[in-house]
């Protein structure tokens, strides 16, 4: 059995590496934003205000509105759907992104799926989940891409049914999204055919009826919230709103050429708060441990000889 000095090594050893990947996941956004897959591109400082091009990036909540569920998209497997197709029996999470997405979208079905492993609710048997491209020149293959990453990701393979990944025309796409409230930018990048996105993150609970119930903000979901919104909503209930603090996703702007990122400093806020805790949590321990050994140790020592005696 190892010694209490090895113990406290191990534990001191494991915090220290700890803190470090945490410190060094701060820089981590800014790296991985500033790396754009889409052409040549600069990117410029952090900035915490929109330029005007992007003032009508937002999410407005549209409680106890009915979605048009006689919209038509294309399925993850080249089908022509109807949303009517995924709702009447049960209720539905739906979320607005694109495929392509190089930052935001992909966290927030991250966060979706990371959610949903703690949620004893099925997807395809308790409720579906609905996932609508803004992109209309995205098609099957990148959806059926996605689907299979995130059927994956959640690790039962058996819910494949309830994973619905969908592409459309830009009129049905403008159609679901104005229901919504999902207000995003298109954005045109110098040197790339392809359409980048400015928009804000949040997924949507549906109720069987297919009227919106509740809005859930950023890219991280309490699990609790997503059991009680979908449980509401099963029964045709609709929830409050809620606070109205978006993650936004990063945004080009065209007037300097430069990617401003604000997602960044609230991802840096987060991480340096997580730093702070752990950081006070290792040195409360090394306090504690360092008493033992230089104060209570010899007492504890001289006890055992005396007993013994």
Request: proline share 6%; hydrophobic share 40%; glycine share 10%.
């Amino acid at each position: 059995m190892p010694s209490r000095s090895t113990i406290r090594s191990h534990w001191r050893g494991t915090a220290v590496a700890a803190g470090v990947a945490i410190a060094l996941s701060l820089g981590a956004p800014l790296l991985v934003a500033q790396v754009s897959s889409y052409g040549d591109k600069e990117t410029g400082p952090v900035n915490d205000k929109l330029p005007p091009i992007l003032s009508g990036i937002g999410i407005d909540q549209h409680l106890n509105t009915q979605l048009p569920l006689n919209l038509v998209f294309t399925d993850d497997q080249g089908r022509q759907v109807t949303l009517a197709s995924y709702f009447g029996k049960r209720p539905a999470i739906l979320a607005l992104v694109y495929y392509r997405c190089p930052m935001l979208c992909s966290e927030e079905l991250d966060g979706l799926t990371s959610a949903l492993e703690m949620v004893r609710y099925v997807p395809g048997k308790d409720f579906n989940i609905v996932v609508v491209s803004i992109d209309p020149s995205e098609g099957t293959d990148l959806a059926a891409a996605k689907k299979r990453e995130y059927v994956k990701r959640y690790g039962r393979p058996e819910t494949a049914n309830g994973w619905h990944f969908l592409t459309g025309t830009q009129p049905n796409i403008d159609a679901l999204t104005e229901a919504v409230g999902f207000r995003y930018v298109k954005l045109t990048v110098p040197g790339s055919s392809l359409a980048q996105f400015a928009h804000a993150s949040s997924i949507q609970i549906v109720t069987p009826e297919g009227k919106l119930a509740q809005y859930y903000m950023g890219v991280e979901y309490s699990p609790k919230d997503l059991l009680l919104g979908l449980d509401e909503a099963s029964s045709n209930r609709i929830g409050s709103p809620v606070d109205n603090i978006l993650t936004y996703c990063y945004h080009y702007d065209p007037t300097t050429n430069t990617h401003d990122l604000i997602i960044a400093r609230v991802i840096q806020l987060g991480g340096f708060l997580t730093v702070v805790i752990l950081g006070g949590f290792m040195l409360v321990m090394f306090r504690r441990d360092y008493k033992h050994d230089h104060g209570a140790g010899p007492g504890t020592l001289g006890t055992a000889r005396k007993v013994n005696g």
